[in-house]
């Protein structure tokens, strides 16, 4: 058996080693790369490495090929396709490579093995170069080594930044800021995407049959959900820097006082004078908020990883809610977007992962008549969809013609899931004291009775409830708005069913 161990600095500035372990009687070689989070051990067959003389012998280099750049939603077939033919390209590259080494022993017969030896890295590697991205190969770098290190090219970061409503405080503002960072995946989680795609959409809610479209959905929307699990974990510990863009131009950017979380978020409110916001905003009634990686003083692959990968900022929106007004808190799921929860698990998770989202028949155009009529008003959406699917969810209320608004997902995992919509809505209302609430929800869930109950604790904010009915197997009991004003409650089909002066209810 012949060893060797080979020191090589990946991204991040981990420490690894390669050891290549080489039985020619078997035919395998072992590749097993590893570091402090992880181990990877690739097995190809090579039926005639190390066998012969080791003089030189074939080209001296065989190309590597490197998958190109795809969107979230890359086709399975096209990922494993590339997949494919990178393994055949390495085992390729690791037997022309492989008689070409030098001072290496092999296991014969009747010939004991020689210790490992340390062979350096000819040449600049890549992985010592911050501005050498994935796909980059320097002059002189090691050829058998350039395909191992593409394995670990360094990382790309996707930073989604989360739209805002500011409330003023004294003088000033004070501005939520909500952040998520995470490992760009992109071609990633193939085998977790088809284990799920088996086990659980075939297997238990019986999903089959699915168009192309369909299974592309299934591909874009899974990686979403996938971006928590995965290579590397979450990015906690992450700084991160913001500015504001408004009509007059950018601010300086900013470091946040906080840094990410185990989750890779981060959820903290920064204070603008009026000043600040009367100069951003000229006069018009929002602010764009940019959030990018912090750079850092720390000189190491890692932190120039960092640098390098972070600083794409992810946008949102926030919207400036004057001390006094009046506020819109939504539901999502079958109140303005198709779910069907009412009809069960299987067509909930179709209808999140497979089908092309579905506007609630007239809810765009209520709102937006709202947000016309009342400049000044604000928009909330409170969901139990899962904050992974934030930007799908933005995305199809853009198209759809709804107004910009903040959006209140509830976790997949933690403490917060636990009566999340109520926490939610208690603290918008908390938060603004003195603007009036518009609390809109579906007779699909407890909508109706979480409502009811915010009213009679807050009966000077909340004025109007309205209940969109999903089915009419599932009607709204009445008895759940006992004691309350029959006109401060509505239930309706379509949004051209509701009845509401919104203009008196600012008044009044």
């Not at 393994?87 to 290496?104: I, K």
């Not at 600049?124 to 191992?148: I, K, M, V």
Request: charged residues 25%.
């Amino acid at each position: 058996m012949a060893g060797i161990c080979v020191p090589w600095l990946g991204p991040r500035g981990a420490p690894r080693s390669i050891r290549c372990l080489v039985a020619p009687s078997f035919g395998l070689l072992m590749l097993s790369v590893s570091c402090a989070p992880f181990t990877l051990s690739c097995w190809t067959a090579a039926s005639s490495l190390f066998c012969g003389s080791h003089q030189a012998s074939g080209p001296s280099h065989r190309p590597f090929r490197q998958s190109q750049w795809r969107p979230e939603g890359a086709s399975a077939l096209a990922l494993a396709q590339d997949a494919e033919a990178n393994r055949n390209m390495l085992a390729g590259a690791q037997s022309q490579q492989g008689r070409r080494w030098r001072n290496v022993g092999t296991a014969t017969s009747g010939v004991s093995a020689p210790a490992a030896r340390i062979l350096p890295l000819r040449g600049a590697s890549s992985r010592s170069d911050p501005g050498a991205g994935a796909g980059t190969r320097n002059e002189g770098q090691s050829n058998f080594f350039y395909p191992l290190q593409s394995l670990f090219s360094s990382p790309q970061y996707g930073i989604v930044a989360h739209d805002a409503c500011a409330r003023q405080s004294g003088d000033g503002w004070i501005v939520p800021i909500e952040a998520w960072v995470f490992r760009s995946n992109a071609g990633r989680h193939k085998k977790r995407l088809m284990l799920c795609m088996k086990i659980l959409m075939e297997g238990r809610h019986g999903i089959r049959k699915l168009s192309d479209a369909e299974r592309q959905r299934y591909e874009e929307r899974g990686r979403l959900v996938l971006r928590n699990v995965g290579f590397r974990g979450a990015e906690k510990g992450r700084q991160l820097e913001f500015r504001f863009v408004g009509q007059n131009g950018k601010n300086q950017w900013r470091t946040l006082p906080v840094d990410t979380n185990e989750g890779g978020r981060i959820s903290t409110e920064i204070y603008l004078s009026a000043s600040e916001v009367e100069e951003l905003s000229a006069g018009t009634a929002s602010l764009q908020i940019e959030v990018r990686g912090a750079g850092s003083e720390k000189r190491s692959s890692a932190a120039a990883a960092w640098r390098l990968g972070s600083r794409r900022p992810g946008k949102a929106h926030v919207h400036l809610a004057e001390e006094r007004g009046l506020s819109v808190i939504s539901d999502v799921d079958d109140t303005v977007k198709v779910t069907k929860v009412f009809a069960g698990k299987d067509v909930i998770v179709r209808n999140t992962f497979f089908k092309e989202y579905q506007a609630v028949e007239g809810m765009a155009d209520l709102f937006q008549s709202w947000s016309k009529s009342l400049p000044g008003m604000s928009f909330h959406f409170v969901s139990n969809s899962p904050p992974e699917i934030l930007e799908p969810l933005r995305e199809f209320l853009d198209e759809e013609g709804f107004p910009r608004a903040p959006m209140h997902l509830r976790p997949l995992t933690g403490n917060d899931r636990e009566n999340f919509k109520v926490k939610t809505v208690e603290t918008i209302l908390k938060q603004m004291p003195h603007r009036k609430f518009i609390l809109i929800g579906d007779s699909g869930e407890s909508d109706a009775k979480i409502y009811a109950e915010l009213m009679r604790r807050f009966p000077q904010q909340v004025v109007k409830i309205l209940i969109r009915q999903v089915h009419r197997s599932r009607a709204v009991e009445q008895d759940v708005f006992a004691g309350l004003d029959p006109s401060s409650w509505q239930v309706f089909k379509v949004g051209s069913d509701v009845d509401l002066k919104i203009e008196q209810l600012a008044v009044d």
